[in-house]
């Protein structure tokens, strides 16, 4: 079974909305009979997991042949030749040892899993890229593969392929059949893709063999997506595919919980409703988007797309700077980070802007995740060392306060591994404003060291208090060392 997965789908019903301004609109208590973590240790707890990547995602190639309607979209082995030359050349040095591949493009298997990605020419006929191929290429190079996957979806061309670890259950067998599945939530709606029933003979063995067939290619990153439509077929408010319910659903986040801790490879959920305070996917992921599709990107998407409105479902926030707010209050260090989904630089008005992007998903523990090709000034952005040494050091902040509707969420604050503090001021208004923090109230004393990790320069010692006019859109990251 081949399988497209398609930009437009994923944002067919950003026209449409439901705000609600109630504060933790996600604590659901009544979501779970009963505590589905019971017996289960975060993923995120994992020794080596504890950390956010720094990568490069074909998101923004494959989203422009989408837009352009420039089918089939395709990445081919000239491009990853030339990608990974890009990488290594402007990116490897500071830490980026990833790329990722992403929807849009032809995700071929025989049996039941991914081998493949993409047709090779704009030819649907064409033969798909062995995922071993690009493995290869880019471990020559001294980088490793990410893939777009989830074990809720079937790949196969085969359907009599048995599942691994069972003895005569096919994979076929895994698909919605209404005959018997009559309790999903919307049986009339459309099946976006060929979904995996977990309470289907095999399932529990299909997502095992999942994630021993990515660890034996050498894949240690999954993202994966679609993760509300699963649950309950909600986007928004729109109906987008049938919703499979609740337990189908935990019960595939308890074996993503089992099995990636047994094989190594590291989760990362898109999607998801984050129901009852995300109390599975806190277990299940080491990381989670918190915030609407990037798509072209811009200061709108990054942080003035329904400022200071929430949801009780996917997406809870429309603006990565509120999503990176609210779910502060799940992240930490052993605890899953936050995705504020890819940044192009591009899209930016202007160096404050830029800044801000780069600093806030470092500042609040989560990914960088580069999408374009950028160059010149543009480039730098993603270079700045002394501010990638946050993410090498599994740095985690946290905001003044949690709050989307005053200026106590735009200051962050966190400590590193050799006792060091950083200070994130960020002004997401119009015109400039001052931004502070009173250093004592959250248990900084004494007398340091001060030096401003954009401006690559010492600005003498502080106690007490930072105080700083930040230009609009713009910021201020401030390291103390005794």
Not at 32 to 55: F, H, I, N
Not at 244 to 265: H, L, P, S
């Amino acid at each position: 079974m081949k399988k497209y997965i398609f930009a437009s789908l994923a944002f067919a019903a950003l026209l449409s909305s439901c705000n609600s301004n109630e504060w933790d609109v996600t604590s659901d208590l009544s979501v779970d009979k009963q505590d589905p973590t019971v017996g289960l240790t975060p993923v995120a707890e994992k020794e080596g997991m504890d950390y956010a990547p720094l990568y490069w995602s074909v998101y923004g190639n494959l989203r422009a042949q989408e837009k352009a309607g420039s089918f089939p979209n395709i990445f081919t082995e000239n491009d990853w030749d030339e990608t990974i030359d890009y990488v290594v050349t402007n990116l490897k040095s500071h830490g980026y040892d990833m790329l990722v591949t992403d929807g849009f493009a032809a995700m071929g298997g025989d049996d039941g899993y991914m081998t493949r990605y993409s047709h090779s020419t704009k030819d649907e006929g064409s033969p798909e890229i062995p995922l071993t191929t690009i493995v290869a290429k880019l471990k020559e190079k001294g980088l490793k593969l990410g893939v777009y996957d989830s074990p809720f979806w079937l790949h196969y061309s085969n359907p009599n392929a048995i599942i691994p670890g069972t003895d005569s259950i096919t994979v076929s067998s895994l698909g919605y059949d209404p005959a018997k599945d009559k309790d999903v939530k919307y049986p009339t709606a459309k099946e976006q893709f060929g979904w995996v029933m977990t309470d289907h003979p095999g399932a529990e063995q299909f997502f095992e063999g999942f994630f021993k067939h990515y660890a034996d290619l050498g894949v240690k990153f999954v993202r994966m997506d679609f993760l509300s439509w699963y649950e309950d077929g909600m986007n928004y408010t729109d109906v987008i595919d049938k919703g499979f319910g609740r337990e189908r659903y935990v019960k595939g986040m308890q074996w993503i919980n089992k099995y990636a801790q047994k094989y190594g490879v590291y989760v990362s959920l898109v999607m998801p409703h984050l129901r009852n305070d995300a109390i599975i996917e806190k277990y299940a992921g080491n990381m989670v988007r918190i915030d609407a599709d990037a798509l072209e990107g811009s200061w709108y998407r990054f942080s003035d797309n329904n400022r200071g409105s929430l949801r009780g479902g996917w997406p809870n926030s429309e603006n990565a700077f509120d999503g990176f707010i609210n779910w502060s209050k799940i992240s930490g260090r052993k605890k899953i980070r936050l995705d504020g989904d890819f940044i192009r630089i591009g899209s930016y008005a202007d160096d404050n802007e830029k800044m801000s992007v780069i600093s806030l998903p470092l500042m609040a523990g989560g990914p960088i995740s580069i999408t374009d090709m950028p160059t010149g000034n543009d480039l730098t952005f993603f270079q700045n060392d002394e501010l990638l040494a946050l993410q090498k050091d599994g740095f985690v902040g946290k905001p003044l306060e949690r709050n989307l509707w005053n200026t106590d969420g735009e200051v962050w604050y966190g400590q590193m591994k050799d006792g060091s503090w950083v200070i994130g001021l960020f002004n997401r208004d119009q015109a400039a404003a001052t931004r502070s923090i009173d250093l004592t109230k959250v248990g900084i004393t004494g007398t340091w060291s001060a030096r401003d990790l954009w401006k690559h320069a010492d600005e003498g010692t502080v106690s007490d208090k930072i105080e700083a006019v930040i230009p609009a859109h713009g910021c201020k990251i401030i390291k103390l060392t005794k």
